[in-house]
């Protein structure tokens, strides 16, 4: 069996600012911080000793990780470990990247996300070069804020033209935005309509709770991250007993990372194995 998995333990503290996150500059203590490196290692642990199924993870932490030593080594592992066939985060690319060095990079993805209010473009882009010429894949992002317009404009000129920048909408702002303002998102991420919406989704197929799972710190699964219930837990002996095909219970979804395993979208053809990493197949090519 191959499982992909959303991982989210109780890391919930960033050293960027942004105005609309409500993590930001949040801190934690030293013992919340061990919690957190304890629950990772857990789970790391658990995905060694289930050597008969083959996983994918993607880390969503509510904060930045990779300034934690402890999910860098947990990359390194993970990438390492042979029923491991993607290990990727979501990460303000704000850490150093020598340790990638240590990962087996065909299995290594990063999420990178651009906050223009909170660090230079240039520090920003230095850094995806970097992964660049170190031949990790990633792809690059930034949040779809009309002020920003400019540096993302430039943003795109200067990353070379097979890395993939995707724009996140604002869907609250969107009634607001001018047709000038959704047609340079569009330009700038030919995929950035499909981010737009809220795709009805109750009573629909997804591979969410089925091949696709979320998990927490305490290793409570869950369909996915928005889906409060759990269905089992994955250090409990009948894990693999809980997964099967469920409709969802939502009215609507709306973000990346729960409407691309919706099955009716049928998004696994535009993003194919790198789904995780919103890295669609046309870059590949």
């Given at each position: 069996?191959?499982?992909?998995?959303?991982?989210?333990?109780?890391?919930?503290?960033?050293?960027?600012?942004?105005?609309?996150?409500?993590?930001?500059?949040?801190?934690?203590?030293?013992?919340?911080?061990?919690?957190?490196?304890?629950?990772?290692?857990?789970?790391?642990?658990?995905?060694?000793?289930?050597?008969?199924?083959?996983?994918?993870?993607?880390?969503?932490?509510?904060?930045?990780?990779?300034?934690?030593?402890?999910?860098?080594?947990?990359?390194?592992?993970?990438?390492?470990?042979?029923?491991?066939?993607?290990?990727?985060?979501?990460?303000?690319?704000?850490?150093?990247?020598?340790?990638?060095?240590?990962?087996?990079?065909?299995?290594?993805a990063l999420w990178a996300t651009f906050h223009p209010e909170w660090v230079k473009r240039d520090r920003y882009l230095s850094q995806c070069l970097e992964l660049y010429r170190r031949q990790v894949?990633?792809?690059?992002?930034?949040?779809?804020?009309?002020?920003?317009?400019?540096?993302?404009?430039?943003?795109?000129?200067?990353?070379?033209?097979?890395?993939?920048?995707?724009?996140?909408?604002?869907?609250?702002?969107?009634?607001?935005?001018?047709?000038?303002?959704?047609?340079?998102?569009?330009?700038?991420?030919?995929?950035?309509?499909?981010?737009?919406?809220?795709?009805?989704?109750?009573?629909?197929?997804?591979?969410?709770?089925?091949?696709?799972?979320?998990?927490?710190?305490?290793?409570?699964?869950?369909?996915?991250?928005?889906?409060?219930?759990?269905?089992?837990?994955?250090?409990?002996?009948?894990?693999?007993?809980?997964?099967?095909?469920?409709?969802?219970?939502?009215?609507?979804?709306?973000?990346?990372?729960?409407?691309?395993?919706?099955?009716?979208?049928?998004?696994?053809?535009?993003?194919?194995?790198?789904?995780?990493?919103?890295?669609?197949?046309?870059?590949?090519?």
């Amino acid at each position: 069996m191959h499982l992909s998995i959303l991982y989210r333990g109780s890391l919930i503290s960033c050293n960027y600012g942004c105005q609309y996150c409500p993590f930001a500059k949040k801190q934690q203590s030293a013992i919340e911080l061990a919690k957190d490196k304890q629950e990772l290692t857990k789970f790391i642990n658990w995905i060694e000793q289930n050597q008969q199924h083959d996983f994918s993870i993607l880390f969503t932490p509510w904060g930045e990780a990779l300034i934690h030593d402890w999910y860098q080594q947990a990359l390194i592992r993970l990438t390492n470990l042979p029923n491991v066939k993607k290990a990727a985060i979501q990460t303000n690319l704000s850490c150093k990247l020598d340790w990638v060095e240590d990962c087996d990079k065909n299995k290594l993805a990063l999420w990178a996300t651009f906050h223009p209010e909170w660090v230079k473009r240039d520090r920003y882009l230095s850094q995806c070069l970097e992964l660049y010429r170190r031949q990790v894949s990633f792809s690059a992002g930034v949040v779809g804020f009309p002020q920003f317009k400019s540096e993302i404009a430039t943003l795109r000129q200067e990353l070379p033209d097979d890395v993939y920048l995707w724009i996140n909408a604002v869907k609250k702002e969107l009634p607001n935005m001018s047709k000038a303002d959704l047609e340079f998102f569009e330009a700038i991420d030919p995929l950035f309509p499909l981010n737009t919406h809220h795709y009805p989704s109750r009573d629909r197929s997804c591979k969410a709770g089925k091949s696709v799972i979320s998990v927490d710190g305490d290793g409570n699964m869950r369909r996915c991250h928005f889906i409060k219930q759990p269905i089992g837990n994955i250090y409990h002996s009948n894990w693999e007993s809980v997964l099967g095909d469920r409709l969802c219970t939502n009215e609507t979804c709306h973000c990346h990372i729960g409407y691309v395993h919706l099955d009716y979208l049928e998004l696994d053809k535009v993003f194919g194995e790198r789904i995780l990493e919103r890295i669609p197949v046309r870059n590949e090519e």
